[in-house]
């Protein structure tokens, strides 16, 4: 067994780096809420970490604080002017600030360019990642147990009825957009420190679509179903490495086996018999 | 200079213009962002490819990729949409649906042609440039620009004074109602996929043709930009596609030309979220949206 | 007293043999080689050719027409799909299986994620297509045999110089690729060593197809000479673009543009263009032609730079398990005192900081074909 965990600790790690941006975005899909920024998020807060931890020796726990604040801030400021979006609109500009974001981590000096960001301290020890996602799980299962937990899902099924019964809508959709910026951006400062380097090109689209994909087939709705679709998606390459060619086309076959025979996702196969 | 660097941006809107075409029309029948239609605009380029390198002369090779893109659109439907449809599952679910189908045809079509570029043989378009005073651009060029605008006529024709379009357009606004008024849904909703993917396999092999590159990764390169222009015309209007596509390829063109090549997406992308904070339905966007 | 000269007669005979006995101990053996290459995915037709490249070297050991001392190498390559996290699960795999050996990843960015494990690892690394600095600094058994933009391009633009004479010059390269970034840097220098004006410099994204706003740009300024910072797909259509723009310099390029895709791809837009690489397909290493031969019945086409570096990786690492090195130090050692190798590149050994020292070529592409520049 200590074998087995010594020749995986580093996929142990990915699952839980996922798990925690899985969360951050379902927060935002738990309000109805398409907000498809997290990997920029993730990326800020990756960079402002790193950078403070390779140029200024920041520990682990400087670093996390330091890109947490960077990235719940610019989620506060991105949350005004997207105010008016719904559904794939808001999706498409917030993907476009991922890419904005892209672009200039790609061409600012102190972040490294193209050539990245190197020698980051390999500090971010298992216990430390799952420590974290314990501590945001927590917060997030104490939080669903209140009024907040309501609200939020009020927004979600209906939103003009929400605001018809008095539920500021826009505090919802600021809180949970916040929220997620910052775990996302506890999960980026993780990653560059479990990663020794960093590069724009990690924080892109395609980290987001995986993102997604983890969400929607675990549950969106359950912070639990993100859990379980960031732990699937994140071992799957590896479990079935041994198709080799046919590698590719089995995954999305997968992928697109569990969304048609589980469209509320892994979590709505096991709430089947209805919520609490 | 700056009047080729607008014509350049007009060739390249034109480009985006045919790869939107497609997308917005599924977009705004079914309110499905479908992710494999950059797939199957792969897939039809590689099928054109094929087929002229087997001897096909290149005006059948076309219409047979472009034919065989809509039944594959219609056949993605069967499999990834209406199973979803059927149950009421949302706009989600259908979303990830269709990255897992782009992901199986991407990866049939790896496993047939590999991961390398190819190119149509040599002098299949012609390299003739064409000169108009101090602009040039290229005989394909203009064929790109020339079918990016007759199929928004066709499609805005179809729409608006055909039967098909007009039960296309009943459903996009009231999916229950139009089956209540006699509608046959799930033909009309066969019959928009098929345009909508024989849209994009057109648009797939003309840009294959245009830039002599057809690989695996063509999709995924345009892919994004196409769901900036959809989003900034607004949902479902081809018209809005058409003049974002033209948008989008103009600030990049002329971001180049005037700001810096480096911060070109950013500037891109920039306009497009600037827009949409002002208008939060695109620009011809109309109706309201059904959330996630 | 008889006895003792048999026996020392006997002692001297064995000593005397060991060393032809100690040579001939790989025998029989089995050495595992991690290969991680990216055979899908963003970079998937570098990681390809690298694959094949271990595909024919595999064969060729077997059949004795590469020669390992007896050994069999295996070549366990497998598929990041360019995805860094399964680079980093990979290379963790290769530490913990008894591999001794790890060669690869395809791409620096990967392998600044992923060398640092195998290093605290004890296992030795083989780069064959890692150009960015710092890779070889990782620690002290990561080598590699691919040389860098810094070695091959400031020859080339000495002598493209000194027979273009040109006074001006733009560059166009990739902004958001390690490779493409750095041979803007290392063009930039060498341009302004040679006393060539840089007029403009345009970037562009990987991926991208359309470099209409740019090239209108740089055509603009007239220079007399175009640089390519860029890998091979987009070279293909900067070229191709440069001309329908009226864009008519010198065009030159780096290790990017090394390939026969690039003739294909661009046709008659590639004639005269040159290039500071690190393998000349047509060189006259011996074993070189008949790869070539080999490689293009087996797989269609002309081998890349890519595949290149891999076979010759491969023919270092059979070179060094024939002097007895089955083990990850006894590579890591064989690999120090490499000084001339044989292979596809011509002779091969390594500094003491671990980089390659190999020869470079300068080629120009002449009637769809390279060949060396004059």
New interface residues.
């Given amino acids: 067994m200590t074998a087995f965990l010594a020749a995986h600790s580093k996929l142990i790690d990915q699952i839980g780096i996922n798990a925690l941006l899985a969360l951050s975005l379902s927060v935002s899909l738990q309000a109805g809420q398409l907000a498809l920024a997290q990997a920029a998020f993730m990326g800020i807060a990756g960079y402002v970490g790193a950078i403070g931890a390779v140029q200024r020796g920041w520990p682990l726990w400087e670093s996390m604080l330091a890109g947490a604040l960077a990235s719940a801030l610019a989620a506060a400021v991105l949350a005004l002017p997207i105010g008016r979006l719904r559904g794939v609109f808001l999706a498409i500009a917030t993907v476009g600030f991922g890419e904005i974001a892209r672009t200039v981590e790609n061409n600012l000096p102190i972040t490294g360019g193209a050539e990245g960001l190197s020698g980051i301290p390999d500090d971010a020890s298992t216990p430390w990642i799952y420590g974290t996602l314990i501590a945001v799980g927590c917060v997030i299962a104490a939080a669903s147990r209140s009024k907040f937990a309501l609200a939020v899902a009020a927004t979600r099924e209906d939103e003009g009825a929400a605001r018809g019964v008095g539920i500021d809508t826009a505090r919802v959709r600021f809180c949970t957009l916040t929220f997620g910026g910052l775990v996302a951006g506890l999960a980026g400062v993780l990653y560059a420190h479990a990663n020794f380097f960093i590069a724009p090109g990690d924080f892109g689209f395609g980290r987001m679509e995986q993102i997604l994909v983890a969400c929607v087939i675990g549950g969106v709705t359950s912070s639990l179903g993100a859990l379980v679709g960031a732990t699937l998606m994140t071992v799957l390459p590896e479990f079935i490495r041994f198709l080799a060619d046919f590698r590719d086309v089995t995954s999305g076959a997968i992928l697109l086996g569990i969304v048609l025979f589980a469209p509320r996702g892994i979590a709505g196969l096991w709430k089947r018999g209805g919520r609490a | ?1 700056i009047l ?2 607008i014509l ?2 007009i ?2 809107g034109a ?1 985006y213009a045919l790869f939107a075409l497609g997308y917005t029309l599924v ?1 705004g029948v079914l309110d499905i ?1 479908n992710l494999a239609h950059a797939a199957i605009f792969t897939a039809a380029a590689f099928t054109a490819l094929a087929l002229a390198a087997r001897g096909m002369p290149l005006p059948l090779a076309f219409a047979a990729a472009v034919a065989l893109a809509g039944f594959a659109g219609i056949l993605l439907d069967r ?2 949409f209406a ?2 449809r059927a ?1 009421n ?5 259908p ?3 269709s ?10 079509l ?2 047939v042609f ?4 190819h ?1 149509f043989a ?1 002098g299949t378009a012609g ?1 003739a ?1 064409l000169h108009a005073g101090p602009l ?1 651009f ?1 005989v394909i060029d203009l064929v790109v620009v020339v079918t990016a605008l007759v199929f928004m006529l066709a499609l805005s024709y179809v729409m608006r004074a055909t039967p098909l379009g007009r039960n296309i357009r009943a459903v996009a606004d009231d999916r229950i109602a139009a089956s209540l008024l006699g509608v046959d849904l799930e033909r009309t909703i066969a019959l928009t996929f098929f345009i909508a993917s024989a849209l994009g396999g057109a648009a797939g092999i003309l ?1 294959g043709l245009q ?3 057809v ?4 999709g ?2 345009i892919e ?1 930009k196409g ?2 222009v959809i ?1 900034l015309g607004g ?1 479902g209007s081809i018209t809005g596609a058409v003049v974002g596509a033209f948008i989008l390829g103009a600030v ?2 002329l971001s ?2 005037f700001i ?7 500037v891109a ?2 306009v ?2 600037a827009i ?2 002002l208008r ?3 620009l011809f ?1 109309k109706r309201a ?4 | 007293m008889q006895g003792k000269l048999v026996w020392s007669t006997a002692l001297a005979a064995v000593l005397a043999a060991a060393p032809a006995l100690g040579a001939n101990s790989v025998a029989g053996k089995t050495v595992k080689v991690g290969v991680i290459a990216d055979t899908s995915g963003a970079a998937g037709a570098y990681g390809s050719a690298q694959k094949n490249a271990y595909a024919l070297a595999a064969d060729d050991i077997k059949a004795g027409l590469l020669d390992a001392g007896g050994a069999t190498i295996v070549f366990d390559v497998q598929d990041a799909a360019s995805d860094p996290a399964q680079v980093v699960n990979l290379t963790q795999k290769f530490a913990t299986d008894g591999s001794a050996l790890l060669v690869g990843p395809t791409l620096s960015a990967e392998a600044k994620k992923a060398d640092p494990i195998a290093v605290r690892a004890g296992l030795t690394i083989l780069a064959t297509s890692n150009t960015a600095e710092g890779i070889t600094a990782m620690g002290p058994c990561v080598f590699r045999n691919s040389l860098a933009e810094a070695q091959v391009v400031p020859e080339a633009v000495a002598a493209a110089v000194a027979k273009w004479k040109p006074k001006t010059a733009a560059i166009i390269y990739g902004d958001d690729n390690q490779f493409t970034k750095t041979d803007y840097d290392i063009f930039q220098a060498a341009l302004q060593k040679a006393h060539v004006e840089l007029v403009d410099v345009e970037t562009y994204h990987t991926g991208d197809v359309d470099f209409k706003a740019q090239l209108t740009k740089i055509a603009a300024k007239r220079p007399d000479v175009l640089v390519v910072g860029s890998l091979v797909e987009e070279a293909a259509k900067i070229v191709t673009q440069a001309k329908q723009v009226g864009l008519n310099a010198h065009v030159i390029g780096g290790n990017g543009l090394n390939s026969p895709k690039f003739m294909e791809l661009a046709g008659g837009a590639a004639e005269g263009v040159v290039i500071g690489a690190a393998y000349f397909i047509g060189n006259s290493s011996p074993g070189n032609r008949a790869f070539v031969e080999r490689y293009t019945k087996r797989f269609g086409a002309g081998p890349d730079q890519f595949a290149a570096q891999s076979y010759a990786a491969a023919q270092i690492v059979a070179h060094a398990v024939k002097e007895g090195a089955t083990t990850s130090d006894a590579l890591c050692a064989a690999f120090k005192r490499a000084t001339s190798v044989p292979t596809v590149l011509g002779p091969v050994g390594f500094e003491a900081s671990r980089d390659v020292r190999a020869p470079s070529a300068i080629l120009e592409v002449m009637h769809g074909a390279f060949t060396a520049f004059k």
């Fill in positions: 200079m080729q660097q350049n941006g060739v390249l480009v977009f962002l499999v990834a199973p979803l149950r599952a949302g706009t989600l679910a979303l990830i649906s990255i897992g189908a782009g992901i199986v045809i991407v990866g049939i790896r496993g590999g991961p390398d570029e190119r040599l390299d440039q040039t290229g840009i830039y002599n590159s690989s695996v990764e063509m995924s390169r994004l769901l900036a989003v949902m990049e063109t180049v030309a810096s090549s480096s911060y070109r997406d950013a992308f920039g497009m979220f949409l904070v939060p339905r695109g966007g949206l059904r959330t996630a």
